[in-house]
């Protein structure tokens, strides 16, 4: 956490499932395209409102590696929102000094899809604000089994001893190595489960579960999900914090 200028603790990485688009649309009587674009905007009003706040880092679950399952004509419409948020959104983004990275298995999407999202890295990565995750054709077993691959690789060549692999060395063969683990985890529509995301960097991340659609997500329902997990307490498995030695 990070104490910001009103002396509040922030917590340095949050990490969001953007849930329930579909159910948003549907309790409104419209197409489910018609909720991932309110989707859109609410994305837009949160990336606003972490920078503001000081966050340091904002993941945000855009497309599962099972969401390919999904029918046609949704997932083209999702990949279509994607193409619009990166050419209309970039240049705002990097003007308010956002730097934006993204995890996921890029190696099986298409080939405009794929530069899109080398351009936005690419134009932003000289930006010190907020750190943006885009998690697309992001699964966290599939991280992991991709991590672990390379370490199989590295053992095979003998390179490395199967002895010398620890969680610290497997975690470095993650998407991002270099960030924080999420402090938080917030996830709207009120389902409560975690859907293959960040399983790896989870392990102490708190976990906050809102009950109203993603759309509907705006600065106050973050700040509000910010301040309950400021009511949580952290141990990470050994006691609460004491004075003294
Ligand atoms: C989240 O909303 C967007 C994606 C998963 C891409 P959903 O599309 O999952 O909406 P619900 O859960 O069906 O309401
Ligand atoms: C998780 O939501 C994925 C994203 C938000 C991108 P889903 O809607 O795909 O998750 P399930 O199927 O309800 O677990
Ligand atoms: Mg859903």
Redo the contacts with the bound molecule.
């Keep these: 956490m990070q104490a910001t200028r009103d002396g509040f603790e922030m917590p340095r990485h949050v990490a969001i499932i953007?849930?329930?688009?579909?159910?948003?649309a549907a309790a409104r009587g419209l197409p489910?395209v018609e909720?991932?674009r309110r989707?859109v905007e609410a994305l837009r009003k949160t990336v606003r409102a972490a920078s503001d706040l000081g966050i340091a880092v904002l993941t945000i679950f855009?497309?599962?590696s099972e969401?390919w399952s999904r029918p046609q004509s949704e997932i083209r419409d999702?990949l279509a929102l994607l193409r619009r948020f990166i050419r209309n959104d970039l240049a705002d983004l990097h003007k308010s000094n956002v730097r934006v990275r993204i995890i996921g298995e890029r190696d099986d999407l298409s080939g405009d899809i794929r530069s899109l999202l080398e351009e936005a890295e690419d134009l932003t990565r000289g930006n010190d604000g907020l750190v943006l995750v885009v998690a697309f054709n992001y699964g966290a077993r599939q991280e992991i089994a991709r991590a672990a691959r390379r370490l199989a690789i590295e053992v095979a060549a003998g390179r490395l001893s199967a002895e010398a692999i620890t969680p610290e060395l497997l975690a470095r063969q993650l998407d991002l190595p270099d960030l924080p683990d999420p402090d938080v985890i917030i996830r709207t529509?009120g389902e409560q489960r975690l859907s293959n995301f960040l399983l790896w960097q989870a392990a102490y991340s708190e976990l906050v579960f809102v009950p109203i659609?993603?759309p509907d997500f705006d600065r106050a329902t973050l700040e509000s999900a910010i301040a309950e997990y400021r009511r949580r307490e952290r141990r990470f498995g050994g006691l609460i914090a004491q004075t003294g030695s």
């Design positions: 953007m849930d329930g688009n579909g159910r948003w489910r909720g991932h989707g855009s497309f599962s969401n999702l529509s659609n993603w």
